[in-house]
């Protein structure tokens, strides 16, 4: 459409308006070459001339629209520049400049130029064209959004993350044996879980966009209601896309609730730089900050400053099962507020991988992989050594779409822990069966 567009501003430009120079044997030959569709050998023709013949009214214009239409609106825009700059009410070669910033993406400036030309004295075609690009331009600043509801019922054999060892020695004490309290061991039980949350990008020009979102997460068990939870997030930035690279930077927010009080607050925010290395596969970078706090008063050494820095890639595989795998890693730190208490703050590395692919008509298979070391910054003042923790996480289920927007997700995850201070070590195993509707 934008290049029937095009020939319509061209050939109502070159009819109805004129520049008034003087004509030449190789400006009618470009004129000639133009009117047969061939611009590419029109800006051949023109480009050599362009040291001698630049400022020149009549050679600009053509040079400027040849360039455009043989694929260069850069050297267009340069030339139709000098046009205006002699004649700035030459509404043809407003309206050619218009053209080249809309090729180029910059859409606030080629919207400007549109208005500037669809305001002066122009034949009907001619405002038509104008018309129809304007539309174009206003189409390309549509608000996204999209919504998710979706209700889970499970059962975890570690409600509380805790270790399944009911004694343990504490050095500080001569190596005592203490009986662990009944919250401090494994506790499991069946559960329901409540999620939902929205999403929306707006573009505010071409390249830049507003974006943001906001999501809740419930999850209720059955009788250890003690480690009920919740978590209530947000986000607010703006992205920047061009070609093939896109920025986006969010301020990020949430509320962590166990058993219906506040149990720690999160603010920061995340900068990723996206890069598609092809049609098929994207790169990215990312850096994330987070403060810490805990909002109970016996909790608040716990406050801390957390930093992370990655790298992922994802690449989408073509055929009947069109697989999809992306890799990640990071590493970062984590520090306490307080320096008193360093063996609460640690450095965290670690890295990510998943698929998905079809198995069958609606049906998708997907799956992660998820190993985390984490080294601590002090000895324990209670087992006197160093922790070092190495997690592991694994998830495999299927999204299956029944009906338009609805869809059945049934999911197994498995976390094992492993530490050097045998009461933070655990294993836990997560089964359960969503229903969501997508909006």
């Given at each position: 459409?934008?290049?029937?567009?095009?020939?319509?501003?061209?050939?109502?430009?070159?009819?109805?308006?004129?520049?008034?120079?003087?004509?030449?044997?190789?400006t009618?030959?470009?004129?000639?070459?133009?009117?047969r569709g061939?611009?590419?050998?029109?800006?051949?023709?023109?480009?050599?001339?362009?040291?001698?013949?630049?400022?020149?009214?009549?050679?600009?214009?053509?040079?400027?629209?040849?360039?455009?239409?043989?694929?260069?609106?850069?050297?267009?825009?340069?030339?139709?520049?000098r046009?205006?700059?002699?004649?700035?009410?030459?509404?043809?070669?407003?309206?050619?400049?218009?053209?080249?910033?809309?090729?180029?993406g910059e859409?606030?400036?080629?919207?400007?130029?549109?208005?500037?030309?669809?305001?002066?004295?122009v034949p009907?075609?001619?405002?038509?064209?104008?018309?129809?690009?304007l539309?174009?331009?206003?189409?390309?600043r549509?608000?996204r959004?999209?919504?998710?509801?979706?209700?889970?019922a499970?059962?975890?054999?570690?409600?509380?993350a805790a270790?399944?060892?009911?004694?343990?020695?504490?050095?500080?004490?001569?190596?005592?044996?203490?009986?662990?309290?009944?919250?401090?061991?494994?506790?499991?039980d069946?559960?329901?879980s409540?999620?939902?949350?929205?999403?929306?990008?707006?573009?505010l020009?071409?390249q830049?966009?507003?974006?943001?979102?906001?999501?809740?997460y419930g999850k209720?068990?059955?009788?250890?209601?003690?480690?009920?939870?919740a978590?209530?997030?947000g986000?607010?930035?703006?992205?920047?896309a061009?070609?093939?690279?896109?920025?986006?930077?969010?301020?990020?927010?949430?509320?962590?609730?166990?058993?219906?009080?506040?149990?720690?607050?999160?603010?920061?925010?995340?900068?990723?730089?996206?890069?598609?290395?092809s049609?098929?596969?994207?790169?990215?970078l990312?850096?994330?900050?987070?403060a810490?706090?805990?909002?109970?008063?016996?909790?608040?050494?716990r406050?801390?400053?957390?930093?992370?820095?990655?790298?992922?890639?994802?690449?989408?595989f073509?055929?009947?099962?069109?697989?999809?795998v992306?890799?990640s890693a990071?590493?970062?730190?984590?520090?306490?507020?307080?320096?008193?208490v360093p063996?609460?703050?640690?450095?965290?590395?670690?890295?990510?991988a998943?698929?998905?692919?079809?198995?069958?008509?609606?049906?998708?298979?997907?799956?992660?992989?998820?190993?985390?070391?984490?080294k601590?910054?002090?000895?324990?003042?209670?087992f006197?050594?160093?922790?070092?923790?190495?997690?592991?996480?694994?998830t495999?289920?299927?999204?299956y779409?029944?009906?338009?927007?609805?869809?059945?997700?049934?999911?197994?995850s498995?976390?094992?822990?492993?530490?050097?201070?045998?009461?933070?070590?655990?294993?836990?195993?997560?089964a359960?069966?969503?229903l969501?509707?997508?909006?």
């Open positions: 459409m934008h290049r029937m567009v095009a020939s319509a501003v061209v050939a109502s430009c070159i009819l109805l308006f004129s520049l008034g120079a003087a004509a030449d044997a190789v009618d030959r470009a004129k000639a070459l133009l009117g061939d611009a590419q050998a029109a800006y051949q023709l023109l480009l050599p001339l362009e040291p001698q013949r630049a400022g020149d009214p009549e050679y600009d214009y053509l040079l400027g629209i040849s360039a455009l239409d043989a694929g260069d609106p850069e050297r267009a825009v340069f030339a139709l520049e046009v205006l700059a002699v004649q700035p009410g030459n509404l043809q070669a407003r309206a050619e400049i218009a053209r080249a910033y809309y090729v180029m859409r606030d400036t080629a919207q400007r130029e549109f208005e500037s030309v669809r305001a002066g004295d009907a075609e001619v405002r038509a064209s104008v018309d129809r690009f539309s174009a331009i206003a189409a390309s549509a608000t959004f999209n919504a998710y509801v979706e209700i889970a499970g059962y975890d054999t570690n409600v509380n270790t399944a060892q009911s004694q343990v020695a504490v050095p500080f004490f001569g190596g005592a044996l203490f009986q662990l309290a009944p919250g401090a061991l494994r506790l499991e069946s559960f329901s409540l999620s939902a949350g929205f999403a929306f990008g707006t573009d020009s071409a830049w966009s507003l974006v943001g979102g906001a999501s809740y209720y068990n059955r009788t250890v209601t003690l480690f009920d939870m978590s209530y997030d986000a607010l930035g703006l992205r920047w061009r070609d093939a690279n896109a920025v986006t930077a969010v301020l990020q927010g949430q509320t962590y609730n166990v058993d219906d009080r506040r149990y720690r607050d999160s603010l920061g925010g995340t900068l990723q730089w996206q890069h598609n290395l049609e098929a596969s994207q790169v990215s990312f850096l994330q900050h987070a810490l706090s805990y909002p109970d008063p016996t909790q608040s050494i406050d801390a400053h957390r930093s992370i820095a990655g790298l992922g890639l994802a690449h989408a073509g055929g009947e099962h069109s697989p999809v992306f890799i990071y590493g970062g730190a984590e520090r306490q507020d307080d320096e008193s063996h609460l703050g640690h450095t965290p590395i670690g890295a990510r998943g698929a998905q692919t079809t198995l069958a008509n609606h049906v998708i298979l997907f799956g992660t992989l998820a190993a985390e070391q984490r601590y910054d002090g000895d324990d003042p209670l006197l050594v160093r922790r070092d923790d190495k997690q592991f996480d694994a495999l289920g299927i999204n779409t029944f009906a338009p927007k609805w869809s059945l997700r049934p999911q197994a498995y976390t094992e822990n492993r530490s050097s201070i045998e009461i933070f070590s655990y294993k836990r195993t997560v359960q069966v969503g969501r509707r997508d909006f």
